[in-house]
C-alpha cells in the first residue's frame, strides 16, 4: 500500500479518494485513442474499471465509471454509450474479483462492457439518438474493440503495482 493511501483515515475515505483519482484519469485518457483493427479505439476506461474493480470493489468502480462517463459526456469527450458501457465493465470486475481473489478477474471487464453494456445501450440508447435496436452485433464489436484491449492493460498495471509493492 503507499504512502498515500496509509496516511488516509479510514477505508471509506480511501475508497473515495481512490475513486476520484481514477474518475479523473478517465477523464483526462479519453483524449488518447489507439489504432486496433482499422478503428480507434479508447481502452483506457476499461483499464480503469480493471484496477479499480480490484482496488475499490464492483460498487465504488462502478460509481466512479459512471462519474467519468458523466463529466466526459458533460465536456464532449464521450457519448451517451459511455453510460451502459464503463459501470457495467468495472461492476463485473469487482463482482468477479471477490470469488477468485485474484487479478485476472480483469479480464471479466469485457463481460460487463460488452454483454450487458451493449445491450442496454442498443435497447435503452439507440432508439433515443435515431439508431436501429439491431445494431447490437455492431455495438457488441465496438465495445468489444476498446473493451478487450482495456482489460489486458489493466490486468498488466495490476500486476506492475503489485511488483512495485505498491497494492
Do not use: C
Amino acid at each position: 500500500m503507499s504512502n498515500l493511501t496509509r496516511s488516509l483515515p479510514n477505508s471509506m475515505t480511501r475508497k473515495l479518494v481512490l475513486a476520484g483519482i481514477f474518475a479523473a484519469l478517465g477523464v483526462f485518457l479519453s483524449s488518447f485513442a489507439l489504432p486496433v483493427v482499422g478503428a480507434r479505439v479508447f481502452p483506457f476506461q476499461h483499464a480503469i474499471n480493471a484496477v479499480a474493480g480490484v482496488l475499490l470493489g464492483p460498487w465504488w468502480a462502478a460509481g466512479s465509471a459512471l462519474v467519468t462517463a458523466t463529466i466526459r459526456v458533460s465536456i464532449g469527450t464521450g457519448t451517451l454509450f459511455a453510460f451502459p458501457g464503463s459501470p457495467f465493465g468495472a461492476l463485473a470486475v469487482g463482482l468477479a474479483y471477490r470469488f477468485l481473489r485474484r487479478d485476472e478477474a480483469a479480464f471479466f471487464e469485457p463481460v460487463g462492457t460488452v454483454l450487458l453494456g451493449a445491450t442496454l445501450g442498443a435497447l435503452l440508447i439507440s432508439p433515443f439518438i435515431g439508431e436501429a435496436a439491431g445494431g447490437l452485433f455492431a455495438l457488441m464489436v465496438a465495445f468489444a474493440l476498446s473493451s478487450v484491449p482495456g482489460a489486458v492493460i489493466g490486468y498488466l498495471v495490476l500486476k506492475a503495482l503489485r511488483r512495485a509493492g505498491a497494492l
